[in-house]
Each structure stands twice: as structure tokens, then as C-alpha cells.
């Protein structure tokens, strides 16, 4: 499906979607449950019960790091093609929040590079700026349907996002998260300064 399309049909389940996701935590992992809470700490820890990262894959988030690090400033994202908010508004729940998902449109495809994520996560600030707090990688399933096995980023099975119709994973670069590094929200998150 070309990348036009794909964008088009995720604007349109965004319209669809948008109430239903926002507050539910909607989203499913193979043989986890939709919380998936883990006790891990820190930006050392992130798999179920407290499992430390392995070298790989904290040597792939340094990479991560490193290649988002410019989107600190906002503006810069926004110059590199980060313009549009997917889904709208800024998430949260009772487990957490993820904060606002700004979106690269050409990267939507069926394939997920660690360095180059779909989604960055900003938490809106008291001042009205934007914090960078992790990304997000998803795969539509019009390009990998819901049906397959789930594909995975560093070993990590990506969770179903019903209503968006995507696979997705958050990687908590940038905010430490004692739920996990890939947990869907993060307490240390907060939709507080929302607009």
C-alpha cells in the first residue's frame, strides 16, 4: 500500500478512534495482560518483573539517544517532518500518561528502524513548551495484519492498538519509567500542562 494511503486510512481511524483510545489503555500484547505493568526502575530496567535490559538492547537505546537527542528542541522535530499529532491530544490513564505522539508520515510503513521511530512523545510544560519524553514505533496492520505474529523491536513483541489499527511500542528514552522501558504509560509522565 503506498505511504499516501496508509496515511490517509490512519487520519481516517484517528477520527474513529480518538474518544474510544484516550483514557482506556486499549492497547493488548500477546500473553500479557493490557497493563503490563513491570517493577522495573529506571532507564536500566524495563522487561516484566524487574528483568534488567540485555546489552543489546541498552546499547541500542544509547544509539536512540543518541540519534533523537536534537528533538529536545521541539522545533527542530517539528522541522524534520514531526508535525502531526497521532493520536490528538495528550494520553493518560490512571496507570500513567504517555503525553502528545507527534508523528513522521513517511516513515509509515511495514518496518520499524530503532534510530528512526514513527512517533515522539513530548509532556507539555507549565511555560507551554514541550519535553521530549520517549518515542513510539508503529506498523499498521493494513501492512502487518492484526492476525500475524507480532513483530518486535529488540527482541520486544509490539502490542495491538485495537482502535488505531496498528502495532505499537513506546521506548521510554528520555523519561526514566518504573513501570519499564517499554510499558504503554509512565507515571513519571503527566498530561497536567495540556492545552
Partial sequence: MPRSSIASTLTLLLAAACSSVADSGSMTSPGHDASHSASAKGLEHGLAHGASLS????????????????????SVAQSEGYTVQYPAGCRSN???AQGVHYMKQVLL???????????????????????????????PFSEVPASATPPSILGVPMMQNL????????????????SGMFAMWNPKVSCAYAI
Fill in 109 to 139: 510503513d511495514g518496518s520499524t528502524n530503532v534510530t528512526t521511530p514513527e512517533l515522539i512523545m513530548y509532556e507539555p510544560q507549565a511555560d507551554g513548551s514541550m519535553q521530549l519524553v520517549g518515542v513510539d514505533y508503529i506498523i
Fill in 163 to 178: 482502535p488505531l489499527q496498528v502495532w505499537a511500542l513506546h521506548i521510554w528514552a528520555w523519561r526514566p519509567n518504573p
Fill in 55 to 74: 546489552p543489546e538492547q541498552l546499547q541500542a537505546i544509547a544509539k536512540l539517544r543518541q540519534a533523537t537527542a536534537r528533538f529536545h528542541d521541539f
Fill in 94 to 96: 490512571p496507570a500513567g
